[in-house]
């Protein structure tokens, strides 16, 4: 015989426990690929945003600071290494740019930062989208999400230490210290990069400099004059310090080579990969933690519905006695209760795959408008194993009350 019709004769008289069980299955599954989906668009998205970086050369202290600041624009106030080394590494032969990184500046929220030309193209990798890159003290470049078009005039205020800036918002604390002698103009827009730069102003380093008065980096030129040059070859004896190189090797031997050479005189080098790497590490065990967590909520839910099912089981003995009766298997019965707990699960845990992904894009919109960091949440084999793992282990436990409906006494059943 069938045993559909009476799977959904069963499945109809739970009717509100059948959907609360299926809601907290799908709840339970839903945090096991939300936390799988979520770490591993993280790692994604972070290690895309540090393609730009190959090595970063700056003052001896936490590398994991200096690539949060450098790569994360996680701003803090870090020790400057003399401006004779970002000299050096520029007219090193093994290097293609050198870049410096100098922050200290917003414009409405956003970070200012003074850099060369070059790395504003990503050393020619990137093109602008609109307008040109700057090529003259005064002029900035910016990022794909800053709201600011070509030929705005902008004015920087120094940025406050412990206080946080929004982007695209200017507060009273940002109008207290505005730099009123220094002028901005826009004259282009980087592509979307799906980093925290999409919100960033890019403008000459010697900007950065002469608006705090240290001088241009190059000898003999007026401070902040517009006729000044800007970008490499800077002097060394007039450039100051800076808190992050970005370096580009030629070759592969030649940033181990700098990144050994840099690791000493007063200075540290590091390949952001290296400090991923060991956050990545972390991230996976608080990921492998969560899972496991997530893992035993769904053995509990599935106990749960397992005790629920054994109750429907009881309160249904006198059908399933009557099947007996007109002659219908033990394995008859046992499939019809089986398959009834079988879908339950399965059905939530499709569900939960449903509402994990949910729960996972909602989160990447979380930290990208907290962050800048694009995040793209998918679901992947190991998310639809795990959904698959759960529905398997529920059918698992619906063997019990299968046996349980089979070892019920038909007459005492049919009298009770």
């Not at 406050?160 to 282009?188: F, I, K, N, Q, Y």
């Not at 009881?314 to 046992?334: D, E, K, P, S």
Request: glycine letters at 12%; a neutral charge; charged letters at 15%.
């Amino acid at each position: 015989m069938n045993p559909l019709p009476m799977v959904l004769a069963d499945l109809r008289a739970m009717r509100f426990g059948g959907v609360v069980a299926v809601l907290l299955v799908g709840l339970a599954v839903a945090i096991g690929i939300a936390v799988g989906a979520q770490e591993r668009a993280l790692r994604k998205a972070s290690a895309r945003a540090a393609d730009d970086f190959p090595l970063l050369v700056g003052a001896p202290g936490s590398p994991t600071q200096m690539v949060l600041t450098g790569v994360y624009l996680q701003v803090e106030a870090l020790p400057l290494i003399d401006g004779a080394v970002l000299a050096r590494l520029a007219a090193d032969p093994r290097v293609t740019g050198a870049a410096p990184l100098a922050y200290g500046d917003i414009v409405s929220g956003y970070p200012v930062i003074g850099t060369s030309a070059a790395f504003a193209t990503r050393f020619g990798r990137i093109a602008p989208a609109e307008g040109r890159v700057f090529a003259a003290p005064g002029e900035a470049i910016v990022g794909a999400d800053v709201r600011f078009g070509l030929g705005s005039s902008l004015t920087p205020a120094h940025a406050t230490a412990g206080h946080r800036h929004v982007p695209g918002e200017s507060d009273a604390e940002e109008a207290s210290h505005r730099h009123e002698a220094v002028r901005l103009t826009v004259v282009g827009r980087l592509p979307r990069l799906g980093s925290p730069w999409d919100r960033a102003i890019l403008v000459p380093v010697e900007t950065v400099w002469a608006t705090h008065g240290l001088g241009d980096g190059h000898a003999g030129a007026a401070d902040g004059a517009k006729t000044a040059p800007i970008g490499p070859p800077w002097d060394a004896a007039a450039v100051p310090g800076v808190p992050i190189v970005v370096v580009k090797p030629k070759a592969v031997f030649d940033a181990y080579r700098l990144r050994s050479e840099y690791r000493q005189g007063g200075t540290t080098a590091v390949f952001p990969a290296e400090v991923l790497v060991s956050l990545y590490g972390t991230v996976g065990d608080l990921r492998d933690i969560l899972v496991l967590v997530a893992a035993l909520d769904d053995a509990v839910v599935f106990l749960a519905i397992l005790l629920l099912t054994v109750t429907l089981v009881g309160a249904r003995r006198r059908r399933y006695a009557v099947l007996r009766a007109l002659g219908a298997g033990r394995a008859y019965v046992a499939a019809v209760v089986w398959l009834g707990a079988a879908a339950l699960t399965t059905a939530g845990s499709l569900l939960g795959l449903g509402l994990g992904w949910f729960a996972a894009t909602a989160l990447s919109w979380a930290i990208a408008a907290r962050t800048g960091l694009a995040l793209s949440a998918t679901i992947g084999a190991g998310e639809i194993g795990f959904a698959a793992a759960m529905a398997g282990l529920g059918s698992l436990f619906a063997i019990l009350p299968a046996l349980a409906a089979t070892r019920q006494p038909v007459v005492e059943a049919l009298r009770s």
